[in-house]
């Protein structure tokens, strides 16, 4: 399976920063899906994830801007985390896991520069 | 929620020699952790989970113990190609990861 992230990499200041996570060579079903990212010069920081039946589950630092879908047709993962600021300036990814444990398989990230 | 000192930030080391690194939670996890090779423009690799647990295919010079708040990550004969961050990542409870450890050659 490979995961590929896409979207803007210029967000605006209070704006909304909007991603897709692309799945190949497999299906949504029977996994979790996770988003991460990782502020220069900082480790990663879990963002969410959902199941295939739907269910999500949020950072709680996170959880009031955040919302994470599914596109089930189109085989995508959708991001989305509004009212950004600079301290939103990350790298981007998105990851699978079978269990609520250990990621299997990751997306090779994308930047996302929260600027005016 | 727990959060996971790491340390050193990074190391110097020859071939050959056991690299030891050290990860702290905050507050217990029990054996909730896993351990993740990542290389310059590939993805993290799972090395260890459940603290101890050798993921399928992983060189056995890696090992992991620990349990509760103190977990170590060895890398006994250090090769060429162990050379890379090293980070742990806790999920007994949400999931928080570690800053990384830098392997580097001396």
């Known amino acids: 399976v490979q995961l590929q992230e896409s979207g803007p990499g210029l967000v605006k200041p209070s704006e909304t920063l909007s991603l897709t996570c692309t799945v190949s060579g497999g299906s949504l079903n029977d996994y979790y899906w996770s988003w991460l990212r990782q502020p220069p010069g900082q480790g990663l920081e879990w963002i969410g994830h959902?199941?295939?039946?739907?269910?999500?589950k949020y950072n709680p630092s996170l959880k009031d801007r955040v919302t994470i879908s599914l596109d089930t047709s189109g085989n995508q993962i959708s991001l989305k985390l509004t009212s950004v600021t600079a301290a939103d300036t990350a790298i981007y990814s998105c990851?699978?896991?079978?269990?609520?444990?250990?990621?299997?398989?990751w997306g090779q990230g994308t930047l996302v520069t929260v600027s005016s | 929620d727990i959060q996971m000192t790491q340390s050193p930030s990074s190391l110097s080391a020859s071939i050959g020699e056991r690299v030891t690194i050290t990860c702290r939670a905050s507050h217990g996890i029990s054996s909730w952790l896993a351990w993740y090779q990542w290389k310059p423009g590939k993805p993290p690799k799972l090395l260890i989970y459940k603290s101890s647990i050798l993921e399928s295919g992983v060189p056995s010079r890696f090992s992991g113990s620990g349990s509760g708040t103190e977990f170590t990550l060895t890398i006994d004969n250090l090769q060429p190609d162990d050379l890379a961050t090293y980070f742990c990542h806790q999920y007994n409870d949400y999931w928080t990861f570690g800053q990384g450890t830098k392997v580097e050659l001396k």
């Open positions: 959902i199941f295939s039946t739907g269910n999500t």
């Open positions: 990851a699978r896991h079978p269990t609520l444990r250990t990621i299997d398989s």
